[in-house]
């Protein structure tokens, strides 16, 4: 991208630990503590909806074994979208949230760009979906998105998933997720003609910013809930910080 237009704070799956995780009361209140861009996990029903959650299972933060029974160890994409829309994604983290649904990725499209918020959507395959999981969510963001002067962040761990995302909508900007320096991981950014990188924060020195920075990417971290890590970042010069703490940085 010649322009990055993203704003350096990034509020981690709406409000972090606030409120409960990819539902639309985090993203809200996030934007109530000023917030204008939301990390964002999206994966795919059996049916092909794009909605977010971030762990392969329900359990953790969906009510799915009382709806479903014990077998809800099984991954949201063993149920269609209209079975996933009954669930209570809210109960798990307070009963002030009880009730709240799971959203799709259309969901948060339009509140975000009702708002002019922007976002990162991670693309959370399933385990076996790794490209499909990229060209379904790249479709479905090239459409909500469409003609929108700022474009979401599509990031993955999987390699596959972003070939998925870049052969069906090479317009929108890619950044490659690592929580390892694995062998490969410039080139593979490189391959992938990704926007930016985004570590672990704990992988950015001296050293892997300016061979990041060099070869074009913008650098971003995940997930930054300390003064100290956040000060150490900045000084550093890296472009972008997820955190949790939407309570605690003022994003400015």
């Known amino acids: 991208m010649k322009d990055w237009p993203y704003p350096r704070w990034v509020a981690h799956r709406g409000a972090g630990k606030l409120a409960p995780e990819n539902t639309m009361a985090a993203f809200r209140l996030g934007a109530q503590h000023g917030y204008r ?59 002030a949230y009880a009730g709240e649904p799971l959203p799709t990725l259309e969901n948060l499209a339009l509140f975000c760009l009702a708002n002019g918020y922007h976002l990162n959507i991670e693309i959370k395959p399933t385990p076996g979906t790794e490209r499909r999981a990229g060209e379904v969510v790249a479709r479905h963001a090239d459409r909500l998105w469409n003609n929108a ?35 490969g991981w410039l080139e593979t950014a490189l391959a992938l003609e990704c926007a930016a990188i985004v570590c672990n924060h704990t992988l950015w020195d001296t050293s892997t910013v300016t061979q990041a920075q060099s070869a074009g990417f913008k650098c971003l971290s995940y997930t930054v809930n300390d003064e100290w890590a956040a000060q150490r970042l900045i000084a550093l010069g890296t472009d972008g910080i997820i955190t949790d703490r939407v309570d605690l940085f003022a994003p400015g």
């Open 149 to 183: 002067p700022v474009p979401p962040l599509l990031t993955s761990f999987q390699p596959e998933a972003l070939e998925g995302a870049m052969s069906t909508a090479a317009n929108l900007p890619r950044g490659l997720l690592l929580d390892t320096l694995w062998k």
């Open 37 to 95: 861009m939301f990390e964002c996990d999206a994966k795919l029903s059996a049916d092909g909806v794009p909605f977010l959650m971030h762990d392969a299972t329900l359990a953790r933060t969906t009510n799915a074994r009382d709806i479903f029974g014990p077998a809800a160890s099984n991954t949201g994409g063993d149920h269609s979208w209209s079975e996933l829309a009954k669930l209570d994604a809210g109960g798990w983290h307070s009963r």
